[in-house]
Structures are given as structure tokens and as C-alpha cells.
């Protein structure tokens, strides 16, 4: 697994045997070798990433720690059922994303106007509890536009660098500090708001659904984790039959390069059969007329 998503992302990666007898197991050593030869094969790929979902980390929110609910003492602030933002933030909804079926990338705040965010739907900030006026001009510039989803957490936007007032999280969630509902507020300027008081309230399920009333697109219909570029799906799960991969452009031919089994031909979508856990990792090789495959997906196909 971790070694098909390093692959589809670009990134470097090492193995060890972490916690021990990791390279025990029947046909580790079969497998690795064949990860290898896939890597030295695609040495050179440069495909683009296709993240429908950006999750947006903001390190000055996580140092800062208010709670408009709290005290500071101590310059340390707990906010409902003892949640921290970066430490419980950050990686519970890194955690929820991989299990939508989605493609996803991560980023800080203040990269957002360097990205190419044209594919992006939705976007989670979290942990955005600090919004000072440079930040709102690139929210405004790169996130409050063309219909995107912005999915908020506790209280954004509660301090403006200067002072914390809850009245702030109106502005920025579209409605007060402390509601409890999920549902999606237009905003001026014409893009979403979702705004969870409680953040576990988005679960995988709710966010999911979040999601795809956002126009994100689903590879999978269970929740599995999934990363993908113009050249390459990933597909990991835990428990696995027989299921359905979707694709966002029609292909002349899809190609599972460990068994280097052809699984579909020009095809928008295709059927294989996952063990449990299995991972699967195809080529997508591209029609030759290079037609785009259109998101005719309905949302109650999308979520169950």
C-alpha cells in the first residue's frame, strides 16, 4: 500500500522492519521485488496529481490554541472533549479523507496561491481558527470562489490575530458559533459553507456526503483510501470481494502492473476482485483520441 501511493505521489520511501518480522511473511520478498521493478520502470513519470479535495493546515492556528469557551492559561487552550487542534485536527481528518474513496492532497495556508487549485472542490480547514486579514485575501482569492465547498471545525476564524471573538465564526462559517448541523450555507460570492461545531460529527459517512454534494469525484464506492494522477489509480482495502473502480477519463486500456493483468479496454469503469486487505495498483492508458470520460454520476449513486 504504502508503496503504490508513494509511487502515484512521486515520493521517496525506504523499507524497514519497524516493529519486527516484517519480512517474514510468505512472499514479502517476491513482492518487493516486483514494487522495484515497477518503480526503475516509471522512473521518469511526471503525471498530475488529480486531488478533488484539499485538506489546508494552518501552523499559526495551532500554535495559537484559543477557545473562545476558555481562559488561556498558560498560553494552552482545550476545546470540547479535550480537542487540539493541529495534534487531534490534522490527523483525524487526514484519517476520515483516506477512507472517502477520493483523491487528496495537503497543503498549508499560505501555499494555497502558489497551487494549481482548478480541480479542487472541497476544501478542510479545520484547525483555521486564526484568519487575520493576509489570510481572508487568500481564502478569498483561492477558496470562497467557483462553488467550492470550504468545511470548517469549531470555531473559524475566532481570532483575527489580535483578539478572539466568537461572533467572527459567523463571517467565515455562515452561521454561530456552536451550531450543530452539517448543512451546507451559500456564502456571498458564490461558494459553500459546512460548518461542524463538533468535529466528530464528520465522519466518514457525513463527509462523504459533504463531499459529493460538492462535485468531488468517487473512485470507489466503499470507503476505501485511494490515490491517483493522469497515469496511475491506487486502491487499498481492508476487507475486499469483487467492487468497482471509476474513472475520471475513458481508457483504452487498464492495467494492474503487480499481476500485470489487463483488467478492462476501453472502458470509463472497470470490476476486479480485491483480497482482505489487498492493494491494487493500475495503469491507465489513455484513448487516442484523448476524450475526457464526462462525471454523469448521479450523488445518490455516489453515496450509499
Not at 473559524?156 to 483578539?163: A, L, N, R
Not at 467565515?172 to 459546512?194: D, E, I, N
Not at 485511494?226 to 481492508?238: L, T
Request: contains cysteine.
Amino acid at each position: 500500500r504504502s508503496a503504490a501511493f508513494a509511487l502515484v505521489h512521486h515520493a521517496n520511501f525506504h523499507w524497514f522492519d519497524q516493529w519486527g518480522g516484517f519480512y517474514k511473511d510468505p512472499g514479502v520478498h517476491e513482492r518487493i521485488a516486483k514494487i522495484g521493478e515497477i518503480q526503475r520502470r516509471f522512473a521518469d513519470d511526471a503525471s498530475a496529481p488529480l486531488a478533488d479535495v484539499m485538506i489546508v493546515a494552518d501552523p499559526e492556528s495551532a500554535y495559537e490554541r484559543v477557545d473562545p469557551d476558555v481562559t488561556l492559561k498558560e498560553g494552552y487552550a482545550v476545546a470540547p472533549e479535550g480537542f487540539i487542534p493541529f495534534f487531534g485536527c490534522g490527523e483525524h481528518f487526514r484519517n476520515i479523507v483516506n477512507r472517502l474513496g477520493v483523491v487528496y492532497d495537503i497543503c498549508a495556508l499560505n501555499d494555497l496561491p502558489h497551487l494549481d487549485l482548478s480541480r479542487v472542490k472541497a476544501f478542510i480547514l479545520a484547525d483555521t481558527w486564526q484568519i487575520t486579514p493576509e489570510k481572508e485575501k487568500i481564502l478569498k482569492d483561492c477558496v470562497f470562489r467557483d462553488g467550492r465547498t470550504a468545511i470548517w471545525a469549531y470555531a473559524p476564524g475566532v481570532s483575527d490575530g489580535k483578539s478572539v471573538d466568537a461572533a467572527r465564526v459567523k463571517t467565515w462559517a455562515g452561521v454561530p458559533f456552536k451550531t450543530r448541523s452539517l448543512a451546507p450555507t451559500a456564502m456571498p460570492g458564490g461558494w459553500k459553507s459546512v460548518y461542524a461545531y463538533d468535529w466528530k460529527a464528520l465522519t466518514p459517512s457525513a463527509l462523504r456526503k459533504i463531499a459529493a454534494d460538492a462535485g468531488v469525484f468517487f473512485y470507489v464506492d466503499d470507503l476505501w483510501p485511494v490515490a491517483a494522477s493522469d497515469r496511475y489509480v491506487a486502491v487499498h482495502c481492508k476487507t475486499g470481494g469483487r467492487r468497482r473502480v471509476h474513472l475520471p477519463r475513458r481508457c483504452a486500456k487498464v492495467v494492474e502492473l503487480i499481476s500485470n493483468r489487463v483488467v478492462a479496454t476501453d472502458c470509463t469503469s472497470f470490476e476486479d476482485d480485491f483480497a482482505s486487505p489487498d492493494t491494487k495498483l493500475y495503469e491507465l492508458c489513455a484513448p487516442s483520441r484523448g476524450d475526457p470520460c464526462p462525471f454523469d454520476r448521479t450523488r445518490a449513486a455516489l453515496v450509499k
